[in-house]
């Protein structure tokens, strides 16, 4: 962890994603391996990459998780459409009873977490997530920290608080703050 030399800095952006590890392709290593992305197998590590943010300077990785899915039980061979249906949605109901802290989505919220404990309190960490991070549980952890920020590529639009207009429709009213050219 590079927390020493991201403590020297005022601002950090601690940059997060999911990368997929497959290794459907290797013989000797598929199996003890389980399911992850579009039916490949291996591991997931997700990934909290510190930028400074004027010039775009990578510090280091700050924190890292590595995880593998279960295998999903096969479904009987004479299973009827109406017990497919059945077992799907008990599975459902299943997967939305789960503690937080067990689902993948908590990764988001456990390095916002995590960096909040071990960054100098001096250092403002706003972390950049994609759309899989937009989540209610970030939102909410955010404002239970005292130096992390987020900034989430929005998934979902969502209603927002003390306004008429859900997001996707207050950004299109918006006018262009700025331009940037990239080159």
Known sequence: MKTELVSCQSIVLSVGDTTYLDYGSILEKREGYDPQ??????????????VEPDQGQPLGL???????REHRAKPPANETPQQKKQRRAEARKAKRARPF???ESYRWVEAMMTLEQEV??????IHVFDREGDIAEVFDQVNELSHTGVVVRAAHNR???H???RLWDKLEI?????Y????
Not at 120 to 125: C, D, G, H, Q, Y
């Open 37 to 50: 992305g579009n039916g490949g197998n291996g591991l997931l590590l997700h990934s909290a990459l510190a």
């Open 62 to 68: 700050l924190w890292q998780k590595l995880w593998n």
């Open 101 to 103: 802290e067990e689902k």
């Open 120 to 125: 100098a309190a001096s250092t403002r960490v």
């Open 159 to 161: 209603s927002l608080e």
């Open 163 to 165: 306004a008429p207009n």
């Open 174 to 178: 918006q006018p262009i703050a700025a």
């Open 180 to 183: 940037h050219a990239v080159d």
